[in-house]
């Protein structure tokens, strides 16, 4: 016996495209800064939001958030598995002549300014890469996305205290990757 697919009624449309217009940069941002790849970060948040379209009626309109980064979070741990298992032939190498046009270029009045902003930039994305995946989620869940605790929890399927043990632990490993470059206080909130 096949099992018929009902169509979600207006307001689950509703709260879909509501989720989907305030969690979708969000979740890009999460998933490239995860995989260190825009594109492939693109097609997790696309399956990530289609796979909230086919179980809009099991999630409640409060969980979506949650809901979205936990799906996304795995399926890009099944990517970064994949990786492991593949050699990549080629690296992508990004010139400066490559790079899109940034607001911190047009504000900037001197070339050496625009320089240091591009470095700042590239030593942080290289730091948030360099952070074991468990201690980076962490981090991007709860300084980058502005998760609480609890939400990240939910997400990583893990106690609090343990996301609150790896954020500090990715703070303090962060902070000694990019010290010199950015001028870090007491927290990292504001990236």
Same mark, same amino acid.
């Given at each position: ?86 050699? *990549? =032939? +080629? !690296?992508?190498?990004? #010139? ?8 911190? @270029? ?59 043990? *790896? =954020? +500090? !632990?990715?703070?303090? #490993? ?8 950015? @001028? ?8």
């Amino acid at each position: 016996m096949t099992r018929v697919q009902q169509e979600p009624d207006a307001l689950a449309l509703v709260a879909f495209n509501r989720a989907m217009g305030e969690h979708a940069d969000g979740l890009k941002t999460f998933a490239t800064r995860l995989l260190g790849d825009p594109l492939a970060a693109e097609d997790v948040a696309q399956d990530a939001f289609l796979a909230l379209y086919r179980h809009l009626e099991q999630v409640p309109t409060s969980a979506f958030r949650p809901w979205l980064y936990r799906v996304a979070r795995n399926l890009c741990l099944d990517q970064l598995r994949r990786r492991k298992f593949k050699l *990549r =032939l +080629f !690296r992508d190498v990004e #010139r400066d002549d490559d790079r899109p046009h940034t607001p911190e @270029d047009a504000q900037a009045d001197r070339p050496d300014e625009v320089a240091a902003a591009r470095e700042a930039r590239t030593k942080v994305e290289e730091a948030i890469q360099q952070l074991p995946t468990r201690f980076r989620e962490a981090f991007l869940l709860c300084e980058m996305q502005g998760l609480s605790y609890e939400d990240a929890a939910a997400i990583l399927n893990c106690p609090v205290k343990t996301v609150s043990t *790896r =954020l +500090f !632990r990715a703070r303090q #490993r962060f902070r000694a990757l990019v010290g010199d470059v950015l @001028d870090l206080g007491p927290r990292t909130a504001g990236l």
